[in-house]
């Protein structure tokens, strides 16, 4: 579909991330520590690595008297990686992301020390424990947009995996899925993603338009205007939702939305030229020719000399003059 851009950024406490390249699945080296609960290294540590990516597989190797451990050419993403040695029990870390490190960053550190005998619980503050919870979402939800950011989608979505395992119902964390499999070319999953994003919270506007977007990408213009009209009426004035319900009212031939929906957009961010050659083509399928002379005329005196419709333009231009 020809003039639909993009929307919906990738929301982590309300953050907006900008689409990065898909990166290829790539090895790593698995490197850490084991230390105990008074920081000493801990020597022949069993240590199992369990990837959850793409093709699942399992590395085991242990620690050195230093307490480190390393295992070379392993996938990287997310792991299960388990710690086991008699007489200090066992721990399991879940969804773990082995990735490269750069030469500032040490390696990670793993505690494993006896379980003390636990003293009698304190009654819950059910305040504090709700704040203690949303912090600890948030926090991760920023990681999930930072790996995001940074290309890492493995990663990303092991992340925001994890958080949508400790809450389900919250909104944003499917959205942030939703993006991370359109990214990562899964469309069936990145809908059913938005579609739970939406299911959660009907009123969530970037969810519509991602949606709107994708379904748009897979040739399904009646459903993508459905969700169009609805990220555009919940953020009135966001002028790129109301651009690509423009845009899907254009490429659906209805032309008397188009040129409502594009004024719309053209009085919501009025620096934007594309807005004009996209009018353009919208009055012409009203049959009104001078009006879109007119439009094609401020787009070729605003767009730069680059500008993706400037030869189009010029060429429709020069074809309409001399009718």
């Known amino acids: 579909m020809k003039g639909l851009v993009i929307a919906g950024g990738l929301a982590a406490a309300l953050l907006l991330v900008p689409p990065q390249a898909v990166q290829a699945q790539g090895t790593t080296t698995a ?47 997310p792991y299960d990686i388990t710690l086991k040695k008699e007489g200090l029990g066992e721990i399991t870390v879940k969804d773990y992301p082995l990735r490269d490190l750069s030469d500032t960053e040490k390696p990670p550190t793993f505690r494993l020390a006896p379980k003390k005998a636990e003293a009698p619980a304190a009654p819950a503050d059910p305040a504090a424990a709700a704040a203690a919870t949303a912090g600890a979402l948030a926090g991760d939800m920023k990681r999930g947009a930072d790996a995001f950011a940074a290309g890492r989608l493995d990663e990303a979505a092991a992340i925001f995996e994890g958080v949508a395992a400790q809450a389900p119902d919250l909104a944003q964390v499917h959205h942030n899925l939703g993006l991370v499999y359109r990214k990562k070319g899964d469309a069936a999953r990145a809908e059913a ?22 379904l748009a990408a897979g040739g399904k213009t009646d459903a993508a205007l459905a969700e169009a009209k609805q990220a555009a009426s919940q953020a009135p004035q966001n002028a790129v939702y109301r651009f690509n319900l423009a845009s899907l009212y254009k490429d659906s031939g209805q032309s008397a939305e188009a040129k409502a929906a594009f004024l719309e957009a053209e009085a919501l961010d009025p620096a934007n030229a594309e807005i004009q050659y996209h009018l353009a083509s919208a009055l012409l399928g009203l049959g009104d020719v001078p009006g879109a002379i007119g439009r094609l005329e401020k ?14 333009a010029e060429g429709l231009l020069t074809a309409l003059k001399k009718k």
Do not use: C, I, M
């Open 31 to 77: 490197l850490g520590f084991v230390l105990d609960a008074d920081g000493r290294p801990v020597p022949d540590v069993q240590v199992l690595l369990e990837y959850k990516g793409h093709q699942p597989q399992r590395y085991r190797t242990k620690t050195d008297k230093t307490g480190r451990f390393v295992h070379v050419s392993v996938w990287s993403g």
């Open 299 to 312: 787009y070729l005196s605003a767009a730069p000399a680059d500008a993706p419709n400037r030869a189009a």
């Open 193 to 214: 993603e938005f579609r739970k994003a939406v299911e959660l919270n009907p009123e969530l506007a970037d969810s519509h338009a991602a949606l709107s977007v994708l």
